[in-house]
C-alpha cells in the first residue's frame, strides 16, 4: 500500500490557476498508476485525470481536458495536478488516488489507496 497526502487546494477566481501536489509514501511509488478524483456534497466520486506508472500516458476527463495538465515524479514520489482557467464548476474536493492495476480504467473501485482531499473554490 502506498499512503497519499494531497496539498495545494485553496479559493481563487474564475479564470486563475492553482497546482495540486499528492505526496507519496513508501518505496515502490513508481509501480501504482496515480488519478485525481473530485467529489461535491451529494454527487459521486468523478474522474479528472489519471498518469501512468512511467509518466508517459495521460488521461483526462473531457471537462477539463486542454485546460488541466497531470504530472509525476517519481524521484520525489510526487504527482502533480496542474489547473488552469478554473471555472465555478471545479470547485470541488480533489483526491488522488494510486493503483496497482495496470489498467487504463477511471473507475475509482480500481484504485486502492485515496488521500485526504484538499478543497478547491472557484468563485465567479
Known amino acids: 500500500q502506498v499512503q497519499l497526502v494531497e496539498s495545494g487546494g485553496g479559493l481563487v477566481q474564475a479564470g486563475d490557476s492553482l497546482r495540486l501536489s499528492c505526496a507519496a509514501s513508501g518505496r515502490t511509488f513508481s509501480s501504482y498508476r496515480v488519478g485525481w478524483f473530485r467529489q461535491t456534497p451529494g454527487k459521486a466520486r468523478e474522474f479528472v485525470s489519471a498518469i501512468s506508472r512511467s509518466g508517459a500516458v495521460t488521461y483526462y476527463a473531457d471537462s477539463v481536458k486542454g485546460r488541466f495538465t497531470v504530472s509525476r515524479d517519481n524521484a520525489q514520489n510526487m504527482v502533480y495536478l496542474r489547473m488552469n482557467s478554473l471555472k465555478p464548476e471545479d470547485t470541488a474536493v480533489y483526491f488522488c488516488?494510486?493503483?496497482?492495476?495496470?489498467?487504463?480504467?477511471?473507475?475509482?473501485?480500481?484504485?486502492?489507496?485515496w488521500g485526504q482531499g484538499t478543497q478547491v473554490t472557484v468563485s465567479s
Open positions: 488516488a494510486a493503483s496497482i492495476i495496470d489498467s487504463s480504467s477511471s473507475n475509482p473501485a480500481v484504485f486502492g489507496s
